[in-house]
């Protein structure tokens, strides 16, 4: 390469440095302006608000302008995109205007109160912009429901449905436990599934099911159950009441506590029953129904009983009738009480005997044969 042709390269790139930097100083700063129509905007902590501005060139020349955001928390996060891209400095042709987006993300963890800030062009203009945080910002887990209280007995579930707001700028992994009273039973499903811990996203929710199982023999009262999610960052915690109203108590019994019986096959055999309120609640459409081995029957009297009062008893009477062709030995008949909301079971012992007079042709039979062999022997020994 000669030596003119290098002067004449740093000739030209020379002037074209010249130009570009009279083009900016040659642009008189009022013909450059920014502008958005909304300068002061009120904002929740967490939220993210997306400003889209217009760079004007109103004078005659090209302009570059370089884009800087100044006045905005350190804690804040801040991003300048223009056609998909971070951009820092933009280049305007004369009479036309460029658009880009400032996106600010408000933290979780923000005082309340005015923040203000610019974004600037180069020395060409600046644009005054306010953030107003409506509300004090925290950096926590909100654990809420909107039924705290329940009434039932103590064969009831309870069933509290809650949400898991995470208030923070991570995802968090909730551990989930209670505590409750002993004998109790409470279980955790996030998202329907039952189990122990649930992952939530950072600024997320999650729908959780609490259910409460007392125990059945439960006294009537009120019951404290506080329940919480935990991680190393963040905690909360419900407190659930239960009220029991009472307990179903209900016995399905003998007059005398004996459960088994004998009975001949074919015939029947009257069962005294006794059917008992043992709870605090009254005992309401009571239906006795059985098992019984295939081809036997069993009746009871009555069938339903209308009501039982706490404490109080009735007598049933339980009509059981053999398979006239069963064969000795024991059976199991079941017999229940119930009610829509417990049942109480027996198993009844049941010894078949076979009637006395398959007993006496037996008997009849073996004379026969002894006879048969007694006149062949006479008739037929002396030869």
């Not at 909360?236 to 399905?252: R, S």
């Not at 008893?313 to 053999?322: C, I, N, R």
Request: aromatic share 8%; glycine share 8%.
């Amino acid at each position: 390469m000669s030596i003119s042709t290098c002067s004449l390269k740093a000739i030209s790139t020379a002037i074209l440095v010249c130009l570009s930097l009279s083009t900016n100083a040659s642009a008189p700063s009022d013909s450059v302006k920014l502008y958005t129509p909304f300068l002061k905007i009120s904002v929740a902590p967490g939220e993210a608000v997306d400003y889209s501005i217009d760079l004007i060139n109103n004078s005659d020349d090209i302009i570059n302008a370089g884009i800087t955001v100044s006045g905005i928390p350190a804690s804040w996060n801040n991003t300048v995109k223009s056609g998909g891209f971070n951009v820092s400095e933009i280049s305007v042709l004369p009479g036309d205007k460029k658009s880009f987006t400032l996106r600010v993300e408000v933290p979780l963890k923000v005082n309340r109160g005015s923040y203000r800030f610019q974004v600037k062009a180069g020395d060409f203009d600046e644009l005054p912009l306010t953030l107003v945080v409506a509300s004090q910002g925290t950096y926590k887990t909100e654990f809420t429901t909107k039924q705290a209280n329940m009434q039932g007995t103590s064969t009831s579930t309870f069933n509290f449905q809650t949400t898991i707001n995470n208030l923070t700028a991570d995802n968090q992994h909730y551990a989930l436990t209670a505590d409750y009273p002993p004998g109790w039973i409470v279980t955790f499903k996030p998202n329907y599934q039952q189990a122990t811990s649930v992952d939530v996203l950072a600024s997320g929710k999650v729908d959780m099911g609490v259910d409460v199982n007392p125990p059945d023999n439960s006294k009537a009262g009120t019951y404290k159950i506080r329940a919480m999610v935990a991680t190393s960052a963040s905690t909360a915690a419900l407190d659930f009441e239960v009220v029991i109203t009472g307990t179903y108590g209900l016995n399905l019994t003998t007059p005398t506590g004996l459960l088994s019986t004998s009975i001949t096959a074919g015939e029947t055999k009257r069962i005294p029953l006794v059917v008992q309120n043992t709870g605090s609640l009254e005992l309401l459409n009571i239906k006795l129904e059985s098992g019984a081995p295939l081809n036997w029957e069993v009746t009871f009297d009555p069938a339903n009983i209308d009501r039982i009062a706490p404490g109080e008893s009735v007598q049933v009477g339980a009509t059981l009738k053999a398979y006239k062709k069963a064969i000795a030995g024991d059976y199991v008949t079941t017999m229940d009480a119930t009610i829509p909301e417990s049942t109480s079971r027996i198993s009844f012992r049941v010894t078949v005997k076979t009637p006395m007079l398959w007993g006496w042709v037996g008997v009849f039979i073996i004379l026969g044969a002894l006879g048969g062999i007694f006149y062949l022997f006479r008739k037929y020994g002396r030869r």
